[in-house]
């Protein structure tokens, strides 16, 4: 059957069973009123019909004239007026849905016997039990926006991709770490034997000869000797200024040592050397323990020179 709301004339179809035999309380979807719906189309506050209009009185006879006039038809009593059904109005744009079976009313303000059309007791809900001609929500409905926003699609899974090899990555790294490790083997051997090669005669003196066959010295220029007693002096001699160094080389060790030639240099305020001259040395060996003086001269010393230095120079120089 079609309803229709009262307050704004709104129609709306549902099942005949669905208002029962007192009829239900239904709200209008797009006004909001609310009123009980009566299985005959009544509704307790809807206006009561028109009552027909009274029949108009029949008109009274007129005076008697003479017989001679022909007497006029009696007048016939006007037609009762029937009340005519108020047109349906035209069906709403707004769409309107019923509550599905088994909502529940707000809980706000109790109302009395308010219910969405509830099926009767053991017959399933059918899909097409309430139509109409849009939707009628109710108050408990929950509003579509929600499911908009929380209704996310699901990832779609990569079925194509291939998975990753298991240990792929693991292997490939090990091999990059074996690698590394064999190159710093084939470098670091090498250069440790080279730059710690006075080191390793000192641990093992049967690898001195290897090192002399690669002409390698095996110990460091003047190892086990020391200067002592250094000192310094400016002098003219045959009108040439010349700055002399004096002191001592020792053999601290307990075997004989091989004395190299002698350096001295001349060095700026900046540290930078600025002269130097290589000589002799007193003696080419020294016993174990023993001492033996030197001289160093240097002719015409430069006058921006602010400290010496007395070092051993190797042969090639």
């Avoid at 744009?93 to 308010?114: H, K, L, N, T």
């Amino acid at each position: 059957m079609i309803i229709t709301c009262p307050n704004c004339a709104a129609r709306f179809n549902v099942a005949d069973q669905a208002l029962g035999a007192a009829g239900k309380t239904v709200r209008c979807a797009k006004c909001g009123h609310k009123w009980h719906q009566m299985p005959d189309g009544q509704t307790l506050d809807s206006p009561p019909p028109a009552a027909a209009p009274a029949p108009r009185p029949a008109p009274r006879p007129a005076a008697a004239k003479p017989a001679a006039a022909a007497r006029p038809a009696a007048a016939k009593p006007a037609p009762r007026p029937v009340a005519r059904p108020r047109p349906a109005p035209p069906m709403g744009d707004i769409p309107m849905e019923m509550a599905p079976s088994g909502a529940a009313p707000a809980a706000s303000v109790p109302q009395p016997a308010e219910e969405d059309f509830p099926m009767p007791p053991g017959e399933a809900p059918s899909p097409n039990a309430f139509r109409s001609t849009g939707n009628m929500v109710t108050d408990s409905a929950p509003p579509t926006d929600k499911f908009l926003e929380t209704a996310e699609p699901e990832p779609i899974p990569s079925g194509f991709a291939s998975p990753p090899e298991p240990g792929g990555k693991k292997r490939s790294n090990a091999l990059l770490y074996t690698l590394l490790v064999i190159l710093a083997l084939i470098v670091g051997i090498p250069a440790g034997l080279y730059f710690l090669r006075y080191k390793v005669v000192e641990l093992l003196p049967m690898t001195a000869e290897y090192y002399q066959m690669l002409d390698l010295d095996t110990e460091n220029l003047g190892a086990g000797l020391k200067f002592r007693n250094i000192v310094s002096e400016r002098v003219i001699e045959n009108n040439v200024e010349l700055l002399v160094v004096r002191g001592q080389i020792a053999n601290i060790t307990d075997k004989p040592k091989e004395v190299p030639l002698l350096r001295l240099a001349l060095y700026d305020s900046n540290n930078q050397m600025i002269q130097d001259k290589v000589g002799p040395p007193p003696e080419k060996q020294l016993a174990s323990n023993e001492t033996t003086g030197f001289r160093v001269q240097m002719e015409n010393p430069s006058a921006s020179a602010r400290r010496f230095e007395i070092t051993f120079a190797p042969k090639a120089q």
